[in-house]
């Protein structure tokens, strides 16, 4: 399957980061690109270091696998994991895009400190937080079952780690100094990027790990 999971990872790229961008320069007059947060080396860098590395590395796995370069050997083939990665992805794909829109104005990639964006959270929010990096998870998993080799289990753990850092070290502390009490209600309800998992503590206890 990895013509089949290069198209994919092609679309998502395409969507997800270009397309998007787009759209949020024609409605706002920015792409919402804030590049990275914080001086080189310190967490909140490495969070976006690590994650871009991961965003990129994904969709030249399959290519890997293609050419038959190192990093690319397949570890088994399945026509069940292979529909399950392909059902994965397109629905991370789409449900990172539903997301994104559900943020309208407020989307952004990366975090900055002198801006205050609107607080979302109904449609897809009012389920998880982080619903664009939950569905963007879903996806990068999907392509690991695509194309079980080396080079997409890297990709899909850097991606994973990034945003890890990226909500936890940056995101979240953001929106607790911009919407205080909001936010901290809002975290205290609805998990990180489960439904119920990773809820933050209220200042009257409470809250789950994750």
């Not at 991606?159 to 936890?168: K, M, T």
Request: hydrophobic share 50%; glycine share 16%.
């Amino acid at each position: 399957m990895p013509k089949l999971a290069l198209l994919l990872a092609i679309v998502w790229f395409l969507v997800l980061f270009v397309a998007r961008s787009v759209i949020q320069r024609a409605r706002t007059g920015s792409t919402g690109f804030k590049g990275f947060e914080g001086r080189p080396g310190s967490v909140s860098w490495w969070a976006g270091v690590t994650a871009s590395a991961g965003l990129v590395l994904a969709p030249l796995a399959p290519v890997f696998v293609l050419r038959g370069w190192p990093g690319g050997r397949l570890w088994l083939e399945a026509s069940g994991l292979h529909a399950l990665g392909a059902g994965l992805a397109t629905v991370g794909i789409a449900g990172a895009l539903a997301a994104q829109l559900e943020m309208g104005p407020s989307w952004r990639i990366g975090v900055d400190a002198k801006e205050k964006t609107e607080l979302v959270e109904s449609g897809l929010f009012g389920l998880v937080r982080n619903p664009i990096f939950s569905f963007i998870l879903a996806s990068t998993f999907g392509l690991v079952l695509l194309v079980p080799c080396a080079v997409a289990l890297a990709a899909m753990l850097l991606v994973w780690l990034g945003i890890e850092l990226q909500v936890r070290a940056v995101e979240e502390p953001y929106l607790l100094r911009v919407h205080g009490p909001r936010y901290a209600g809002y975290a205290s309800r609805i998990g990180r990027f489960v439904p119920g998992i990773g809820r933050l503590a209220s200042r009257g206890g409470g809250g789950s790990g994750g």
